[in-house]
Protein backbone atom coordinates (compact mmCIF):
# COMPACT_ATOMS: atom_id res chain seq x y z
CA UNK A 1 0.00 0.00 0.00
CA UNK A 2 1.12 3.60 -1.18
CA UNK A 3 -0.27 6.61 1.15
CA UNK A 4 0.43 9.64 0.20
CA UNK A 5 0.23 12.77 2.40
CA UNK A 6 0.76 16.40 2.54
CA UNK A 7 4.48 17.47 3.95
CA UNK A 8 3.21 20.56 4.82
CA UNK A 9 0.00 19.98 6.73
CA UNK A 10 -0.89 17.72 8.95
CA UNK A 11 -3.97 16.84 11.38
CA UNK A 12 -1.31 18.24 14.01
CA UNK A 13 -0.64 21.56 12.19
CA UNK A 14 -4.30 21.88 11.37
CA UNK A 15 -5.39 21.50 14.86
CA UNK A 16 -2.73 23.59 16.39
CA UNK A 17 -4.28 26.35 13.66
CA UNK A 18 -7.39 25.87 14.96
CA UNK A 19 -6.44 26.18 18.60
CA UNK A 20 -4.62 29.22 17.96
CA UNK A 21 -7.40 30.87 16.36
CA UNK A 22 -10.00 30.43 19.28
CA UNK A 23 -10.90 33.23 21.45
CA UNK A 24 -9.97 31.51 24.86
CA UNK A 25 -8.01 28.48 25.04
CA UNK A 26 -9.86 24.97 26.38
CA UNK A 27 -9.15 23.68 30.00
CA UNK A 28 -10.12 20.03 28.01
CA UNK A 29 -8.80 18.38 25.01
CA UNK A 30 -10.32 15.09 23.70
CA UNK A 31 -8.39 13.60 20.25
CA UNK A 32 -9.49 10.54 19.01
CA UNK A 33 -8.34 8.29 16.10
CA UNK A 34 -7.83 5.39 14.28
CA UNK A 35 -4.95 4.75 12.36
CA UNK A 36 -1.10 6.45 12.03
CA UNK A 37 -2.37 9.53 10.47
CA UNK A 38 -3.37 10.40 13.87
CA UNK A 39 0.13 10.03 15.75
CA UNK A 40 1.09 12.89 15.51
CA UNK A 41 -1.96 15.05 16.70
CA UNK A 42 -2.01 12.38 19.63
CA UNK A 43 2.00 13.88 20.02
CA UNK A 44 0.71 17.41 19.53
CA UNK A 45 -2.25 17.29 22.22
CA UNK A 46 -0.07 15.19 24.66
CA UNK A 47 2.56 18.07 24.34
CA UNK A 48 0.24 20.63 25.23
CA UNK A 49 -0.98 19.12 28.53
CA UNK A 50 3.01 18.52 29.52
CA UNK A 51 3.83 21.86 28.94
CA UNK A 52 1.08 23.11 30.90
CA UNK A 53 -1.00 24.82 27.78
CA UNK A 54 -4.17 22.95 28.28
CA UNK A 55 -4.78 21.52 31.66
CA UNK A 56 -6.31 17.97 30.67
CA UNK A 57 -6.12 16.39 27.44
CA UNK A 58 -7.11 12.69 26.40
CA UNK A 59 -6.15 11.27 23.74
CA UNK A 60 -7.69 7.90 22.84
CA UNK A 61 -6.56 5.28 20.18
CA UNK A 62 -9.42 2.82 18.34
CA UNK A 63 -8.11 -0.72 18.76
CA UNK A 64 -5.12 -1.53 20.45
CA UNK A 65 -2.15 -1.08 19.48
CA UNK A 66 1.46 1.07 19.78
CA UNK A 67 0.48 4.65 19.43
CA UNK A 68 1.13 7.60 20.83
CA UNK A 69 -2.25 8.13 22.46
CA UNK A 70 -2.73 7.54 26.03
CA UNK A 71 -5.68 5.34 25.88
CA UNK A 72 -7.41 2.75 24.09
CA UNK A 73 -11.11 1.52 22.85
CA UNK A 74 -11.67 -1.08 21.04
CA UNK A 75 -14.02 0.04 18.62
CA UNK A 76 -15.83 3.20 17.11
CA UNK A 77 -18.85 2.37 19.56
CA UNK A 78 -16.72 3.54 22.51
CA UNK A 79 -15.63 6.53 21.02
CA UNK A 80 -19.71 7.60 20.88
CA UNK A 81 -20.29 6.43 24.41
CA UNK A 82 -17.37 8.66 25.45
CA UNK A 83 -18.84 11.67 23.82
CA UNK A 84 -22.19 11.20 25.02
CA UNK A 85 -20.82 10.92 29.09
CA UNK A 86 -18.66 14.02 27.87
CA UNK A 87 -21.45 15.85 26.48
CA UNK A 88 -24.01 15.29 29.21
CA UNK A 89 -21.16 16.44 32.01
CA UNK A 90 -21.08 19.70 29.95
CA UNK A 91 -24.38 20.80 29.85
CA UNK A 92 -24.42 20.26 26.17
CA UNK A 93 -27.17 18.12 24.92
CA UNK A 94 -25.84 13.98 24.56
CA UNK A 95 -25.45 12.53 21.19
CA UNK A 96 -28.79 9.94 20.95
CA UNK A 97 -28.18 6.22 22.16
CA UNK A 98 -26.71 3.87 19.39
CA UNK A 99 -29.13 0.73 18.85
CA UNK A 100 -25.81 -1.01 19.11
CA UNK A 101 -24.17 -1.27 22.52
CA UNK A 102 -21.96 -4.56 21.61
CA UNK A 103 -18.58 -2.52 21.51
CA UNK A 104 -18.91 -0.13 24.31
CA UNK A 105 -16.27 -0.13 26.99
CA UNK A 106 -14.24 2.30 28.97
CA UNK A 107 -10.99 4.37 27.50
CA UNK A 108 -7.94 1.16 28.38
CA UNK A 109 -4.72 3.33 29.08
CA UNK A 110 -1.80 2.36 27.21
CA UNK A 111 1.08 3.86 29.67
Known sequence: MVVAEPTAF????TASYILTNLSTTPSFLFVAGNDRTDEDVFKWANGLEG???IKTVLTVNVGA?????????SGTQAI????????????GKPFPASED????????RTR
Not at 101 to 108: D, E, L, P, T
Open 51 to 53: EGK
Open 10 to 13: TKAT
Open 101 to 108: NSHRGAAQ
Open 65 to 73: RRTEARHYV
Open 80 to 91: LAALRVLASRGG
